[in-house]
T-cell receptor
Framework: DTGVSQNPRHKITKRGQNVTFRCDPI?????LYWYRQTLGQGPEFLTY????????KSRLLSDRFSAERPKGSFSTLEIQRTEQGDSAMYLCASSLGAVQSDTQYFGPGTRLTVL | AQSVTQLGSHVSVSEGALVLLRCNYS??????LFWYVQYPNQGLQLLLKYTTGATLVKGINGFEAEFKKSETSFHLTKPSAHMSDAAEYFC??????????????WGLGTSLAVNP
């Protein structure tokens, strides 16, 4: 068990560019979550997957945001035409998806800065 | 509406003093409760969780929390603060949403400062 990993850890981009982040969950976990966190705030839910199926998306997730988990393992989050308001920490978490206690384990996050 | 309230966005204690971080929730069904800690520029690390059974839960780094149903609270405590405890602490509640899936509802966090 190597934990949840995220790449890159930091990304600086210019407004209008596209960016893609990757998340590798804990290997046996079938649920994967994406959150956004701005300074001084708690995580804001963006979307989650059960295996390869995207089961829920937040209203925060505009059409510039898209997430995939094609084989039910790693996931990517793409932001098109980035805006300065997209600057935040993007967190990925995974869980077993068990009914009893669906504990989410978080990766280190990707910090995005849009200039 | 389901919600989580963390009383005090900033808490400051002296090294060696008791740490008490407050969390209250609102829920019409039994919740699962979590405390996470976040160090600067890092992801969130699970401190402890309550699902069922014993209401006093022990976690990592000497932290513990007690689920009090009558008070709808899940306060986090540590008898003696250490400088390394300085971090942001988040309380979260896992509740069933309309799709019958459990979803985490997060508090806004409490920043803990430990003074020498």
């Amino acid at each position: 068990d190597t934990g949840v990993s995220q790449n890159p850890r930091h990304k600086i981009t210019k407004r209008g560019q596209n960016v893609t982040f990757r998340c590798d969950p804990i290997s046996e976990h079938n649920r994967l979550y994406w959150y956004r966190q701005t300074l001084g705030q708690g995580p804001e839910f963006l979307t989650y997957f059960q295996n390869e199926a995207q089961l829920e998306k937040s209203r925060l997730l505009s059409d510039r945001f898209s997430a995939e988990r094609p084989k039910g393992s790693f996931s990517t989050l793409e932001i098109q035409r980035t805006e300065q308001g997209d600057s935040a920490m993007y967190l990925c978490a995974s869980s077993l998806g068990a009914v009893q206690s669906d504990t989410q384990y978080f990766g280190p996050g990707t910090r995005l800065t849009v200039l | 509406a389901q919600s989580v309230t963390q009383l005090g966005s900033h808490v400051s204690v002296s090294e060696g003093a008791l740490v008490l971080l407050r969390c209250n929730y609102s829920s019409s069904v039994p919740p699962y409760l979590f405390w996470y800690v976040q160090y600067p520029n890092q992801g969130l690390q699970l401190l402890l969780k309550y699902t069922t059974g014993a209401t006093l839960v022990k976690g990592i780094n000497g932290f513990e929390a007690e689920f009090k149903k009558s008070e709808t609270s899940f306060h986090l405590t540590k008898p003696s603060a250490h400088m390394s405890d300085a971090a942001e602490y988040f309380c979260a509640v896992s509740l069933y949403n309309a799709g019958n899936n459990r979803k985490l509802i997060w508090g806004l966090g409490t920043s803990l400062a430990v003074n020498p």
